[in-house]
């Protein structure tokens, strides 16, 4: 196998840099792989030397500098992957050399550019993923039902608390309903403006969490944007016996029929329905479940971050597996998958995953699909845009740079309250189109 050697490149070495041996340029790559283990060696001199803060980044910029030369003259196969693994390297060094940089995420090292609204990076810098939480101790086993429920149990309090508070400064009010045989949370800001129209929100959770206490975060915002009723869904939470993902969806859907049926208070044409990750799956699929029967359907749909594809076969699953700090593919397939009774054969049946349907010939409602592209279903959401738009629907991608998962939750950055305001003009536009 060829192979390739830097020639020494001294009028780049900055004398802060003294402190390294510049492997870079003294050694023969045959395969990314070698290069990259030097490429470790390297940093971990650089981490281990003398001098502060601003040496050792100088030092470290240098060198990998000369890596990502060394990158660029491998074959092809190879050079985008190390050029990748070189990135990644470099982030996690930054981030050591430099543990005070308020700007780096310092249990996550993921990129966060310049042009994020300070109050936003403040929250990508701070937030700690669940399972780098201290004292997480993995998921419990699939069928250990009350093990699941003490997991959900202990993040009610404290995020049903942060939903109050939120409620209170936006002075909005709720009230909880029974609707369809389920339970629900009407959220009711202080003005109605929209009369008559009313929004039906699912929550998001892995289809295991959350309440609609718990995610006030994605229903006073927008209550209080528009001037307007919002149910939000109590559905059934997995795992449980003889229960199954569909039967949270046919729930949602009792909740729309009882709304609009016989004796319900609203028209098809005045009901919008929305949701985040898991609650944004449950929208397609209740959607698409509705549109399958041929009978009514909400007048728009809104998905966020959706889980549209239980393969995990979309390219963001893979390609972002380190950059989305709220979901770690590992453990979707090692727990959360299994707890929720997903088989291949479910997998592949689009009542499931709804990015598998054909949406030709039949109606469906005006769909928004609204992603971060820091999220690994960011790819998810794409899709079920795609296929939707493939059907010959009215649909709309509303994607966002650099943002996370439910990123819209955060209200009080102007990451979220632009997200916020994209969904309040989508409901605005359908929910009075005649």
Same mark, same amino acid.
């Given at each position: 196998?060829?192979?390739?050697?830097?020639?020494?490149?001294a009028?780049?070495?900055?004398?802060?840099a003294?402190?390294?041996?510049?492997?870079?340029?003294e050694?023969?790559?045959?395969?990314?792989?070698?290069?990259?283990?030097e490429?470790?060696?390297?940093?971990?001199?650089?981490?281990?030397?003398?001098?502060?803060?601003?040496?050792?980044?100088?030092?470290?910029?240098?060198?990998?500098?000369?890596?990502k030369?060394?990158?660029?003259?491998?074959?092809?196969?190879?050079?985008? $992957?190390? +050029?990748?693994?070189?990135?990644?390297?470099?982030?996690?060094?930054?981030?050591?050399?430099?543990?005070?940089?308020?700007?780096?995420?310092?249990?996550?090292?993921?990129? /966060? @550019?310049?042009?994020?609204? @300070?109050?936003?990076?403040?929250?990508?810098?701070?937030?700690?993923?669940?399972?780098?939480?201290?004292?997480?101790?993995?998921?419990?086993?699939?069928?250990?039902?009350?093990?699941?429920?003490?997991?959900?149990?202990?993040?009610?309090?404290?995020?049903?608390?942060?939903?109050?508070?939120?409620?209170d400064?936006?002075?909005?009010?709720?009230?909880?309903?029974? /609707?369809?045989?389920?339970?629900?949370?009407?959220?009711?800001?202080?003005?109605?403006?929209?009369?008559?129209?009313?929004?039906?929100?699912?929550?998001?959770?892995?289809?295991?969490?959350?309440?609609?206490e $718990?995610?006030?975060?994605?229903?006073?915002?927008?209550?209080?944007?528009?001037?307007?009723d919002?149910?939000?869904v109590?559905?059934?939470l997995? @795992?449980?016996?003889?229960?199954?993902?569909?039967d949270?969806?046919?729930? /949602?859907?009792?909740?729309?029929?009882?709304?609009?049926?016989?004796g319900?208070?609203?028209?098809?044409?005045?009901?919008?329905?929305?949701?985040?990750?898991?609650?944004?799956?449950?929208?397609?699929?209740?959607?698409n479940?509705?549109?399958?029967?041929?009978?009514?359907l909400?007048?728009?749909?809104?998905?966020?971050?959706?889980?549209?594809?239980f &393969?995990?076969?979309?390219?963001?699953?893979? $390609? +972002?597996?380190?950059?989305?700090?709220? &979901?770690?593919?590992?453990?979707?397939?090692?727990?959360?998958?299994?707890m929720?009774?997903? $088989?291949?054969?479910?997998?592949?049946d689009?009542?499931?995953?709804?990015?598998l349907?054909?949406?030709?010939?039949?109606?469906?409602?005006?769909?928004?699909?609204?992603?971060?592209?820091?999220?690994?279903?960011?790819?998810?959401g794409?899709?079920?845009?795609?296929?939707?738009?493939?059907?010959?629907?009215?649909?709309?991608?509303?994607?966002?740079?650099?943002?996370?998962?439910?990123?819209?939750?955060?209200?009080?950055?102007?990451?979220?309250?632009?997200?916020?305001?994209?969904?309040?003009?989508?409901?605005?536009?359908?929910?009075?189109?005649?």
């Amino acid at each position: 196998m060829k192979t390739y050697k830097l020639p020494l490149v001294a009028s780049i070495l900055l004398a802060s840099a003294a402190t390294t041996s510049s492997a870079a340029n003294e050694g023969d790559f045959s395969s990314r792989w070698e290069l990259m283990a030097e490429a470790y060696s390297s940093v971990q001199q650089i981490l281990g030397g003398d001098g502060g803060t601003e040496q050792r980044l100088s030092a470290l910029e240098t060198e990998m500098a000369l890596f990502k030369q060394q990158c660029n003259l491998l074959a092809k196969i190879e050079r985008a $992957t190390c +050029l990748d693994d070189l990135t990644r390297l470099t982030t996690m060094a930054t981030t050591a050399v430099n543990p005070d940089d308020e700007t780096r995420n310092q249990l996550f090292p993921t990129n /966060i @550019p310049n042009f994020v609204s @300070p109050e936003m990076k403040k929250i990508m810098a701070n937030w700690t993923p669940f399972w780098l939480a201290p004292g997480w101790e993995g998921f419990p086993d699939p069928d250990d039902y009350g093990a699941w429920q003490t997991l959900h149990d202990e993040v009610i309090d404290p995020a049903t608390r942060a939903g109050e508070a939120l409620l209170d400064s936006l002075d909005v009010t709720t009230q909880e309903r029974e /609707i369809g045989g389920v339970r629900t949370v009407v959220v009711s800001p202080k003005e109605n403006l929209n009369p008559g129209k009313v929004l039906i929100h699912v929550h998001g959770g892995a289809f295991y969490a959350n309440t609609p206490e $718990t995610t006030f975060d994605r229903t006073a915002p927008l209550s209080n944007v528009m001037g307007i009723d919002i149910v939000s869904v109590d559905y059934k939470l997995m @795992p449980a016996p003889d229960w199954d993902v569909l039967d949270q969806r046919d729930q /949602i859907i009792d909740v729309f029929d009882a709304l609009t049926g016989e004796g319900g208070e609203y028209a098809p044409e005045d009901v919008g329905i929305y949701g985040c990750s898991a609650g944004g799956g449950l929208v397609a699929m209740a959607t698409n479940e509705m549109s399958h029967r041929g009978g009514p359907l909400p007048a728009a749909a809104v998905t966020q971050s959706p889980q549209t594809d239980f &393969t995990l076969d979309s390219d963001s699953n893979w $390609t +972002l597996r380190y950059d989305d700090p709220r &979901t770690q593919v590992d453990l979707l397939i090692q727990s959360v998958w299994p707890m929720l009774g997903i $088989t291949e054969e479910k997998a592949l049946d689009p009542r499931y995953s709804p990015a598998l349907d054909d949406y030709s010939g039949r109606d469906m409602p005006p769909t928004m699909v609204q992603v971060g592209t820091k999220e690994t279903q960011m790819s998810d959401g794409i899709r079920y845009y795609d296929v939707v738009r493939r059907g010959g629907h009215v649909t709309q991608l509303d994607a966002h740079d650099a943002m996370q998962h439910c990123f819209h939750g955060h209200w009080g950055t102007p990451e979220a309250e632009t997200a916020v305001g994209r969904v309040a003009e989508w409901f605005e536009e359908h929910l009075y189109k005649k």
